[in-house]
């Protein structure tokens, strides 16, 4: 190297290194960015992903989910779905379905991703006491929740200790075991296990991307042997419809055919 190089050189290097070091460090917009990618649980053919923004208090949720139950004795599928917490932050495996029946039940999963420390409803109450309010559910097969809440204590340490999990609920009874389809709801006994059992979860990471969901529909028609219906209150919120002295009939409705 020349004398005329050896000078440039130098200089050259000692630029790019202020360069460097004066650069400014990316801007942070003082919110928690909390994200997940659903995941199928109990056989269900469901996609969903959720972002949580957190700034102080203030929470703002987007849950987007499709592939869901659709329907309901020809009403859309009332879905539940919630924020967990104080667990392990886990999805449970197949393993937890201890009673054999090839389905996880709510609290079969229990264990691994905790009780309700926030409900995404549609409007008004986000605590665990909506939990099981189906007039502010989701509705059918795919849907979109977006709401900003006031964030509770429980939430907001489920999400800083990376232990809370999104679980949404509600399956297609036809999608079960013949065990699983006789069996009752170990949250509300009046009604069949599917309506309350898990669909997707996924356990919540910080994070900065905000992602899109998608999916393809699927549905179940739900029909009865009764002639009056009747609701089932729980907490002073609707549960689900159902037939008095019913029979639950299941019959597997593909996209595009009749109700």
């Known amino acids: 190297m020349n004398k005329t190089l050896r000078f440039l050189a130098v200089p050259t290097l000692a630029l790019g290194a202020l360069a460097l070091s004066g650069a400014p460090a990316m801007a942070h917009d003082g919110a928690d960015h909390y994200q ?3 995941g199928q649980i109990n056989g269900s053919s469901a996609t969903g992903t959720i972002t949580v923004d957190v700034t102080g208090n203030q929470a703002h949720a987007v849950l987007k989910v499709s592939g ?3 329907t309901f004795m020809d009403a859309p599928y009332p ?3 919630h924020i967990h917490g104080g667990a392990q932050g886990v999805c449970p495996a197949p393993s937890a ?3 054999g029946d090839q389905v996880i039940s709510t609290t079969e999963g229990a264990p691994g991703y905790g009780g309700i420390v926030t409900t995404l409803s549609t409007s008004g109450d986000t605590s665990p006491a909506a939990g099981l309010d189906l007039k502010v559910a989701g509705q059918g097969a795919a849907y979109t929740i977006d709401r900003t809440f006031e964030l509770n204590a429980e939430t ?4 800083q200790a990376g232990t809370a999990v999104v679980v949404v609920h509600g399956l297609d009874p036809a999608t079960l075991s013949p065990a699983g389809q006789a069996a009752k709801s170990d949250l509300v006994p009046e009604l069949p296990l599917a309506a309350t059992s898990p669909a997707l979860c996924g356990t919540l ?3 900065q991307m905000k992602m899109p969901a998608g999916g393809a529909d699927t549905g179940v028609a739900q029909e009865t042997g009764g002639t009056d219906a009747g609701a089932l209150a729980l907490g002073g919120g609707l549960v689900l419809a159902a037939a008095a002295g019913g029979t639950y009939l299941v019959r597997r409705r593909t996209a595009g055919s009749a109700a």
Request: proline share 0%; net charge neutral.
């Open 36 to 38: 997940s990618t659903l």
């Open 68 to 70: 869901l139950a659709a």
């Open 79 to 81: 879905h539940v779905q």
């Open 97 to 99: 379905d201890k009673d």
């Open 156 to 159: 907001k340490a489920a999400l």
């Open 205 to 207: 990471t910080a994070g």
